[in-house]
């Protein structure tokens, strides 16, 4: 069996490996720069781990954990990337809404029909304490998507435990 770096030891072969066995997306689903990203993110972590099948089966294996992760992994970088950008005011504040009400009972509407005039606005925002809301937040921020994202891959390689005790026996001939 052949470690990660062996089947894949450049980007490049990663990338050809991913349009060979793209049944399941068009090969344009995974552009250069995300073949980049998620090859690093592997490489990284498996290069030296060796596979947990033969060649055949783990590249049929690793076809179909890549189309059911791949794209799932950017939409979630992309929603942390938007969470990112925004300011902190804009995480902390709760609930906003406004509701508006017509009152012109001479003109016929419907659901989508916009009224020029409005007769009663209410506007409300809600902010919680901020140490409550803070400690809401962190939790939700805090999303480990590396990490969970290469564990999905993980019964793709080799375990190799270490060992944590060592078993040994004293020599009985001890002269004193």
Known sequence: MLTFKEIFPKWTDFKQFIIDYSIYYPANTYDDAKILIYYTLLYRNFAN?????DNEI?????????????REFFIIRNLLDLVASK????LIVGIESINNVAE???????????INYVGVQT??????????????????ITI????????????????????TEWLFEEDEDETE
């Open 49 to 53: 781990s060796h596979t947990a099948y």
């Open 58 to 70: 783990f590249n049929e294996m690793l076809s179909l954990t890549i189309a059911e992760n791949f």
């Open 87 to 90: 300011n902190v005011n804009d």
């Open 104 to 114: 012109n009972p001479n003109i016929d509407t419907n659901k989508d029909s916009i």
């Open 123 to 140: 506007r409300s925002t809600s902010k919680e304490n901020i140490v409550d809301r803070v400690y809401a937040l962190i939790p939700k």
């Open 144 to 163: 480990p998507e590396i990490k969970n994202e290469i564990q999905k891959y993980g019964y793709l390689f080799l375990k190799i435990i270490p060992r």
